[in-house]
């Protein structure tokens, strides 16, 4: 689920919305807050609707006497109702939200309140609200670990890099030896860093990633877009004249790594790289450790590249390309073996380790891999499958089917992930010599897409042995 806006909504309820907002200004709160209430009840991701019944409801507070019986017996009720609510965060996250609203109704700034609103956003996928209701604890100098930990997540998931990788570090100032903390710390930074486009290469080619958003932006921002590589070679010269006279500038080192990552010139950017990694500051960027990994990688790529452009096919070059080949699935293997010795818990660099692990023939450390990384919700389809091409590399065919079928029933609609995954499944029931059940997968996917593989093929002849 995700935050609906108000416009979304039923015209009825934008009605009542109004109505709602009409008795704010006439001073009406206690009306307010009964409309929002009912509002959120059916349509608990309106963002918009919380805003206002967060409005009314610190209006009537602030109204409110301070006396002691009365401050005793709100907090009472506050508590009686946080602690009704607390068991349907998982079985009934809106109901959950509910109990909590109530509560704030009594105290719009208690935190078990607000914290039981957020956790029933955070199931519900709706961390926009989770933000709303956790900085109003987070934004003060609060040191509940916990409650700042689920802040920052929910920052990460709505884009607000910037400021969750601050949380972080408040986090780790709280906790420095703490390994978790330590983690999120590198979450909020890699999220922090491909939000701006600096290291990302999920969407685009890696290069062309930093030399379009990133290297480009930096420049035009200085008015001074480089064309051509008499000018990068100037601005090269220019960083390292910089770096001369400030040596501590971690950010001239970073500009210069990405001036020779344009030019193509990878093994001068890893020496100014490794300059970089012996600075104090730079002890805790992620970001420089992995993209060490991603810079020796393309460095051995492209002399690969080299060595195909300039082979003449004789037996000389043909042995060098070999061995280079070799040499850079094993740099492959050994850079992300380093990652997941630093991070362990980064279940994304645990998949592709694992993948590595497979290709090179290492099943069983391959298969240990991606039971680890089917941990994280994101990426346990991916890991199912994973597990039954291992298990299938091993012949293990009904541990195989195992892995696609769960694979199959987390993955709604037919599209080509589907397919293979169907099609990969099937291939497991013939070999363990359940034909039937083979060919009504191949049916599934031949009724969605008969130009799939050879699964047409497969029909025809399935058809053809029934009619002989």
Not at 5 to 15: N, Q
Not at 142 to 165: H, P, S, W
């Amino acid at each position: 689920m995700a935050e609906v806006p108000l416009k979304e909504l039923d015209r009825r309820v934008r009605k009542q919305f109004e109505n709602a907002r009409i008795a704010v200004e006439r001073g009406n709160f206690e009306y307010t807050i009964e409309i929002c209430s009912s509002i959120l009840a059916e349509n608990p991701g309106c963002l918009e609707v919380r805003h206002l019944l967060r409005q009314a409801q610190q209006s009537v507070f602030a109204k409110q006497g301070r006396g002691f019986l009365l401050k005793s017996k709100l907090a009472v009720e506050v508590r009686t109702l946080v602690v009704y609510g607390k068991p349907y965060i998982k079985k009934n996250p809106g109901l959950a939200m509910q109990y909590g609203e109530r509560a704030l109704s009594r105290n719009p700034v208690d935190a078990g309140a607000l914290s039981l609103v957020a956790a029933g956003a955070e199931e519900l996928g709706l961390y926009e609200t989770a933000v709303f209701c956790l900085q109003n604890i987070c934004d003060s100098e609060t040191k509940d670990f916990a409650l700042m930990k689920r802040y920052c997540e929910a920052l990460i998931q709505i884009g607000e890099t910037n400021q969750a990788v601050s949380i972080a570090e408040r986090l780790k100032q709280l906790k420095p030896e703490n390994s978790i903390i330590q983690e999120l710390v590198k979450s909020a930074s890699v999220a922090h860093s491909i939000n701006k486009g600096k290291w990302a290469e999920e969407e685009q080619d890696f290069r062309s990633k930093l030399r379009d958003e990133d290297l480009a932006g930096a420049l035009e921002r200085e008015n001074r877009l480089i064309q051509d590589s008499d000018d990068l070679h100037g601005k090269a010269r220019e960083l390292v004249d910089a770096i001369h006279r400030d040596p501590q500038d971690l950010d001239l080192y970073k500009e210069l790594v990405k001036v020779y990552l344009f030019t193509d010139e990878y093994r001068e950017a890893l020496v100014w790289l490794d300059k970089a990694a012996q600075l104090p500051q730079a002890t805790a960027d992620v970001v420089l450790k992995q993209l060490r990994s991603e810079i020796m990688i393309k460095a051995t790529e492209l002399d690969l590249q080299k060595l195909l452009n300039e082979s003449k096919g004789d037996e000389d070059s043909v042995e060098r390309i070999q061995k280079l080949e070799h040499d850079l699935e094993l740099l492959k293997l050994e850079e992300s073996r380093k990652l997941v010795e630093q991070f362990p818990n980064d279940y994304g660099q645990r998949l592709s380790f694992g993948e590595l692990l497979l290709s090179a023939g290492q099943v069983d450390e391959a298969i240990r891999e991606f039971q680890v990384a089917q941990r994280s919700n994101s990426l346990k389809q991916r890991a199912f499958v994973m597990l039954g091409r291992s298990f299938s590399k091993k012949r293990l065919f009904d541990l195989a089917l195992e892995q696609f079928d769960q694979a199959i029933a987390e993955t709604p609609g037919m599209d080509d992930f589907k397919k293979d995954v169907i099609y990969s499944s099937a291939e497991c029931c013939e070999a363990i010599g359940d034909k039937e059940d083979a060919i009504r997968r191949y049916k599934l996917i031949y009724a969605n897409d008969i130009s799939f593989r050879d699964v047409a093929n497969k029909i025809d002849r399935f058809y053809s042995s029934e009619e002989a």
